[in-house]
């Protein structure tokens, strides 16, 4: 795999039930970079709509409510 050469602009959002995927491998891959690893869940990454503020943020946007 080839090496991340800016991990500050990546966010890793995975689920440790993911039917596809080895949450471990991409939580080591993605090291240096923003992470999130929520318990259950699935490959479709159940609940994502709770993590769009999460995203935006990441992104720079701030919603004011």
Avoid: K, V
């Avoid at 596809?20 to 994502?48: A, I, K, M, Q, V």
């Amino acid at each position: 795999m080839p090496a991340i050469s800016q991990p500050e602009n990546l966010l890793l959002l995975t689920q440790t039930g993911d039917e596809t995927l080895d949450w471990e491998d991409g939580w080591d891959y993605y090291g240096d970079c923003h992470r999130y690893c929520g318990l259950g869940g699935s490959h479709g990454f159940d609940n994502f709509d709770a993590f769009i503020p999460l995203i935006l943020r990441f992104c720079g946007i701030e919603i004011h409510a």
